[in-house]
């Protein structure tokens, strides 16, 4: 079974600066796809970055980029120039990559909190 | 137009009750699922259903069930509903072949008194 693990139960960061949230999983599997997910107080679940594991260049969304170590199982977010906007509770998931559609398997979520 | 829509969003009930939460999505999905959400924020997979069948339950309580009545509705019945079934469900959809995002609905806080 897989499983996700971020360590950093909260986090804070200033009000233009940079902060990298953590995530490892655990696999078995080769071909997979991880996915970081914001969650503001709103509750809706939002997509952040996807990246599939045949790929070795890293993701990037605009402020967002995430550091994939494929060996190491460690999918990292950075966030640069954070916003207010960006407070919310971010969850790293994991998905198998086979014939059909899997479910997420989430990690417990980091608590982000932008200070102006 | 929205995506993924739950209804309602919020559901207030007592123990031993039992109610349904609907989940339609519009985007032309073959797979949709639910996950709950407890109150440390967990989330953890429940069902998927995949063109109207089920493909994976997860160790849940028979007192849960999902219907899908079609590829673009996927509800979920509850029974006998007990205290730590308060929690927040979302509903989710996907397209086989695409790129696997998940479009989550709004989600369902339901509290149990």
């Known amino acids: 079974a897989q499983t996700v693990t971020q360590s950093q139960p909260e986090m804070s960061v200033q009000e233009a600066e940079t902060v990298t949230l953590s995530c490892t999983y655990d696999t078995s599997e080769n071909n997979y796809y991880l996915f970081w997910y914001k969650q503001p107080p709103s509750r809706q679940m939002i997509l952040v970055i996807r990246q599939e594991a045949y790929k070795q260049q890293n993701a990037t969304e605009n402020r967002f980029s995430v550091n994939f170590q494929k060996a190491a199982k460690s999918f990292s977010l950075k966030i640069s120039d954070s916003q207010l906007g960006d407070t919310a509770m971010y969850f790293c998931a994991f998905m198998k990559h086979v014939a059909g559609n899997t479910p997420l398997v989430f990690g417990k979520g980091t608590r982000l909190s932008v200070i102006a | 137009d929205t995506a993924v829509s739950q209804t309602p969003k919020y559901l207030v009930t007592q123990m031993g009750n039992d109610k349904s939460i609907k989940c339609e999505q519009n985007l032309g999905h073959d797979t949709m699922y639910w996950y709950k959400q407890d109150s440390k924020k967990f989330l953890k997979i429940m069902f998927s259903?995949?063109?109207?069948?089920?493909?994976i339950n997860e160790t849940v309580p028979n007192r849960f069930s999902p219907k899908s009545p079609d590829k673009a509705h996927l509800n979920l019945h509850i029974n006998s509903l007990e205290l730590g079934d308060s929690a927040v469900y979302f509903c989710?959809?996907?397209?086989?072949?695409?790129?696997?995002?998940?479009?989550f609905g709004p989600g369902t806080r339901l509290t149990v008194t």
């Open positions: 259903y995949n063109n109207k069948e089920l493909i």
């Open positions: 989710a959809s996907s397209q086989l072949g695409t790129d696997y995002e998940q479009y």
